[in-house]
């Protein structure tokens, strides 16, 4: 379940756009977790792409209760907010409560040599404070950086969080599943990703999803080429059997030439004998 959205106040759109965060500089994280790519895909997954969408997806930029309160908010990784006006929030260039309406429902942070240590002991209490609904760490070195290869928090009505329970599967995969998502989290071969309990497969990534296209592709063409196919071999046959219905007809009217033929010689053989 997600948090109810909250009218914002009016006019907040008129505002100028939050300053840039800081970026951070860990290669090893920019190598096991491709940013954009993640949040493209879950994005298309919870329709947060279209124009007029309600669901916000993005990354890096800051996360406050209030604009006064920067700059010594945190700059989460991803977030993600369910009916709020994403539009508006892009604009702002980050997330602020007060005027997106509602807290965020997820925020994932992903383990940096730099930043580990904070992220799962005093940012745990700053978005609990914040009011997040999942907080969410992946380290894609399983666990070298952050205390798991992969956690996550639930908010309870008590205002704290409280773990969300993994698994571990024989194969190595270690998941747990998103009330606020609907979605199975999942460290996979050091990368972070999606699973679909509906569709029983993993979201795909973009590299997946374009083979996904290009099979499609070949699949119409190779079906549009079955169907010409078809339709020559149809044609052919239609043109075969037009061309055996003549000959047919043409061998009935010899046959029927011949046969006058005869009966006039007959006649005529008839008459001669019996002048």
Known sequence: MTTKPVTPPPGTQRLPPLPDPPRKSDMQENI?????????????????????????????????????????????????????????????????????????????????????????????????????????????TGGQHYDAALTGDRLTDGGAYRPVEMFTEPDGVIWGYSEALGLSLCWVNRDLRFWDRAQQRYLPDPSELEAERNSERQSRANAETRANNAETRANANAANAANANARANTERQARANAEERIRLLEQELRRRQNP
């Open 32 to 140: 096991h977790f491709d940013r954009p790519a993640t949040m493209n895909t879950l994005a298309r997954h919870l329709d947060a792409l279209r124009d007029g969408a309600t669901t916000f997806v993005a990354g890096r930029g800051y996360l406050c209760r209030q604009r006064s309160d920067l700059p010594s908010c945190p700059y989460p990784d991803m977030i993600v907010a369910f009916n709020v006006p994403a539009l508006q929030i892009s604009e702002a260039n980050g997330y602020v409560i007060s005027e997106a309406g509602k807290p965020p429902d997820l925020v994932l942070e992903v383990a940096s040599s730099h930043t580990a240590k904070r992220d799962y002991t005093c940012k745990r209490e700053i978005y609990a404070n914040l009011g997040v609904t999942e907080y969410w760490r992946f380290d894609h």
